[in-house]
């Protein structure tokens, strides 16, 4: 089990991968033992749909993992389409009987970036879930398109007392900073590799480093220069060494905080 003297020795937590995915499954037991020698120690695979929940749960439950791996449950606005509500039962059954294994809500939210989205409807399973997070006292995993204000009305109105991430968070100052208020943490990957990335650079680099944690978002997101890749969780070590970088202090350091964090958020249980 993780104690607070594994974190300070420089492991590395990425907290948004979907190793899960189809892309991964010729070669994820040899991914996951790489991942363990170059310090990649903890990892978050999110659910995105009811179908994706049994194969998740399958895979982090393996015996002898090199990585620890936490999974989470959600319905994923971008997979609206699949979604119905007896998998907001379901999801609510799994959360009484799996207890052990589930450590967050997520990937929900709001995507207003799809073309032709029923942002009604995605609306109703972003609060459902907030709901069921609230109930089981959980953390939730949020991913938000042209819809930041829209996400913060709702976590004002819902409130999830544990927080969560905001992945991938490519807003305003304004709105990272309204998130840190609510006790979210912010998710940073790729995108800060790239150059064109101003803004979110300058978020990384500014913003208090007890609000963000490193995720790679794999198989999405590839690293400036990896560009039509499939991107993996042992690009990671890239991520923080580039964070790094823009803040001016240490990978050491980076990695140690953003590790503690990802935890803090994550697993809390372990860390009493
Ligand atoms: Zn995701």
New binding site residues.
């Given amino acids: 089990m993780l104690t607070e003297s594994t974190v300070i020795h420089g492991e590395m937590f990425d907290s948004?991968c979907?190793l899960d995915f189809q892309d991964f499954a010729l070669d994820r037991s040899e991914i996951l033992s790489q991942c363990s020698e170059a310090g990649v120690k903890h990892i978050c695979i999110?659910g995105?749909s009811e179908l994706s929940w049994s194969n998740l749960l399958s895979i982090v439950s393996q015996p002898n993992l090199p990585v620890s791996l936490y999974s989470a449950l959600g319905l994923?606005p971008y997979y609206q389409d699949e979604h119905q509500h007896c998998h907001l039962d379901k999801l609510s059954h799994l959360l009484e009987h799996e207890k052990e294994s589930i450590f967050a809500i997520g990937?929900i939210g709001l995507d207003f970036a799809l073309p032709e989205t029923n942002q009604e409807s995605q609306l109703f399973y972003f609060d459902q879930q907030l709901e069921l997070a609230q109930q089981f006292q959980l953390p939730v995993i949020i991913?938000a398109r042209k819809s930041h204000d829209r996400v913060l009305q709702r976590l004002r109105k819902v409130e999830v007392a544990r927080g969560g991430i905001i992945?991938?968070f490519s807003g305003s100052r304004q709105q990272a900073e309204q998130y840190i208020d609510l006790g979210f943490k912010l998710g940073f990957g790729g995108g800060v590799t790239y150059e064109r990335a101003r803004k979110t650079r300058e978020l990384a680099s500014s913003l208090p480093i007890t609000s963000i944690v490193l995720e790679t978002?794999s198989p999405?997101m590839p690293l400036s220069g990896f560009q039509g890749q499939r991107n993996t969780p042992l690009q990671l070590p890239l991520v923080a060494e580039a964070i790094a970088a823009l803040r001016k202090i240490s990978v050491a350091e980076l990695i140690s905080q953003t590790t503690s964090t990802s935890c803090e958020i994550l697993l809390p249980k372990q860390l009493d």
Avoid: M, N, Q, R
């Fill in positions: 948004h979907h999110p995105v994923h990937e991913h992945h991938a978002d999405d």
